[in-house]
């Protein structure tokens, strides 16, 4: 299993890493570049709408094409995508070109071009776990090594894009997609064709979200997700408001959350979700809680080491949920049919960052608290999925096929 996993793994990695280097400095560059938040929202949604639409599509691709085309067709498009928003982004700080061009273009590129491309990673790495494995808890563990592999890009990006943000705004936003272009460059010498039918071959049945034994856990993960959209888009926002800082000091501050965050993301799936070897449906039960007293704490919290504190604790929280979620409809689908699901379930997440970060930029607007306690709401409503659910309860003991 790991070895299938590997060449996935180092891809998800390197690539959301890149992606997480530009997060503490989303925020006040939106400011430098004079655009709203709500105008951030939009970059954020609309990449999000890219990414779900993109994901079903990939998910078919990788019966058609093999894994490694794939992986190269889409990192092609994040690589396009993050050099297109650099560019766009250095020349609107030069102040010769109109807000509302950045704007468009920054939807073309940061938006569409890149959250097409960068789809196709978790879906190849969740297919491959799919694939790769036979048993609940060998699924359970490798979706959590692809959740970890995302954990560790949330140290070293935000880390790394804190500290060159001290330097200048701009170091992260060109060192972005020279990692994307050395990972492609990587994977057109190091993944050869035969590694694509791990996973690829005839497909099954086609699945449908709204099947019964899919949706509730889908919706499981869709509330999660969303409780983590509609915050993580208004951290740079909370910090310099709550805070009183600057952009820079902003950037920073963002950065240790998010590394203290990152930390314990790793660690818990990473670590405990595999050494633990619970059921799906026990994850889910003791992950969400967990979720729903971070966002509690973070809607009072008034200091760095607070807002630290309750990113850690839903670090924590997601960390054992989230493999439940992404194990939890793998179960119901044959071997033919993991690319399909791997497609659904990061369709369903992307789907989350649609409403979540538009929403919770224009819920900060009207008050800083709102998108935190609507959060809270999200969990609480996935709490209720995972207790009342007979799908969750059924996905607790249903075979791997």
């Given at each position: 299993?790991?070895?299938?996993?590997?060449?996935?793994?180092?891809?998800?990695?390197?690539?959301?890493?890149?992606?997480?280097?530009?997060?503490?400095?989303?925020?006040?560059?939106?400011?430098?570049?004079?655009?709203?938040?709500?105008?951030?929202?939009?970059?954020?949604?609309?990449?999000?709408?890219?990414?779900?639409?993109?994901?079903?599509?990939?998910?078919?691709?990788?019966?058609?094409?093999?894994?490694?085309?794939?992986?190269?067709?889409?990192?092609?498009?994040?690589?396009?995508?993050?050099?297109?928003?650099?560019?766009?982004?250095?020349?609107?700080?030069?102040?010769?070109?109109?807000?509302?061009?950045?704007?468009?273009l920054m939807l073309a590129t940061r938006s569409i071009v890149f959250g097409a491309g960068v789809a196709a990673l978790p879906v190849a790495a969740l297919a491959v776990a799919g694939t790769a494995t036979t048993t609940?808890?060998?699924?359970?563990?490798?979706?959590?090594?692809?959740?970890?592999?995302?954990?560790?890009?949330?140290?070293?990006?935000?880390?790394?894009?804190?500290?060159?943000?001290?330097?200048?705004?701009?170091?992260?936003?060109?060192?972005?997609?020279?990692?994307?272009?050395?990972?492609?460059?990587?994977?057109?010498?190091?993944?050869?064709?035969?590694?694509?039918?791990?996973?690829?071959?005839?497909?099954?049945?086609?699945?449908?979200?709204?099947?019964?034994?899919?949706?509730?856990?889908?919706?499981?993960?869709?509330?999660?997700?969303?409780?983590?959209?509609?915050?993580?888009?208004?951290?740079?926002?909370?910090?310099?408001?709550?805070?009183?800082?600057?952009?820079?000091?902003?950037?920073?501050?963002?950065?240790?959350?998010?590394?203290?965050?990152?930390?314990?993301?790793?660690?818990?799936?990473?670590?405990?979700?595999?050494?633990?070897?619970?059921?799906?449906?026990?994850?889910?039960?003791?992950?969400?809680?967990?979720?729903?007293?971070?966002?509690?704490?973070?809607?009072?919290?008034?200091?760095?080491?607070?807002?630290?504190?309750?990113?850690?604790?839903?670090?924590?929280?997601?960390?054992?949920?989230?493999?439940?979620?992404?194990?939890?409809?793998?179960?119901?689908?044959?071997?033919?049919?993991?690319?399909?699901?791997?497609?659904?379930?990061?369709?369903?997440?992307?789907?989350?960052?649609?409403?979540?970060?538009?929403?919770?930029?224009?819920?900060?607007?009207?008050?800083?608290?709102?998108?935190?306690?609507?959060?809270?709401?999200?969990?609480?409503?996935?709490?209720?999925?995972?207790?009342?659910?007979p799908a969750a309860r059924r996905a607790r003991v249903a075979p791997a096929r």
């Open positions: 299993m790991r070895k299938a996993l590997i060449p996935l793994l180092i891809a998800v990695l390197v690539v959301y890493s890149a992606q997480q280097l530009l997060t503490p400095v989303l925020a006040p560059l939106s400011r430098e570049l004079t655009l709203t938040e709500t105008q951030l929202g939009l970059v954020i949604t609309v990449a999000a709408t890219a990414l779900t639409i993109a994901s079903p599509l990939w998910g078919h691709a990788l019966q058609k094409l093999g894994l490694r085309l794939v992986l190269l067709l889409g990192l092609g498009l994040t690589t396009a995508g993050l050099t297109g928003f650099a560019i766009v982004a250095a020349v609107g700080l030069d102040g010769t070109m109109p807000t509302p061009m950045v704007f468009a609940e808890a060998e699924r359970t563990r490798a979706t959590g090594l692809v959740g970890a592999a995302q954990g560790v890009s949330m140290v070293l990006g935000p880390a790394g894009g804190g500290a060159l943000a001290v330097v200048s705004l701009t170091l992260p936003l060109y060192l972005a997609p020279v990692l994307c272009l050395l990972l492609s460059l990587w994977v057109l010498a190091a993944v050869r064709p035969p590694a694509a039918k791990a996973a690829s071959g005839p497909g099954g049945p086609r699945l449908r979200p709204w099947d019964a034994r899919l949706w509730p856990l889908l919706a499981i993960g869709f509330f999660l997700y969303l409780s983590l959209g509609l915050v993580q888009v208004i951290i740079g926002f909370l910090v310099a408001d709550r805070l009183h800082l600057g952009p820079q000091e902003t950037a920073g501050a963002v950065g240790i959350a998010l590394f203290t965050a990152g930390l314990i993301l790793v660690a818990v799936q990473g670590g405990a979700v595999p050494a633990l070897g619970w059921p799906v449906l026990r994850l889910l039960r003791a992950g969400i809680p967990i979720t729903v007293a971070a966002f509690a704490l973070l809607a009072v919290a008034d200091s760095l080491w607070l807002i630290s504190v309750s990113f850690g604790l839903l670090a924590l929280g997601l960390g054992l949920a989230i493999p439940g979620f992404t194990a939890a409809p793998t179960l119901v689908a044959e071997p033919a049919q993991q690319g399909s699901i791997s497609g659904l379930v990061n369709a369903t997440i992307g789907a989350t960052f649609i409403v979540g970060p538009l929403l919770g930029t224009a819920l900060y607007e009207i008050s800083p608290a709102i998108p935190i306690l609507t959060a809270l709401g999200a969990v609480a409503t996935a709490l209720v999925l995972a207790w009342a659910s």
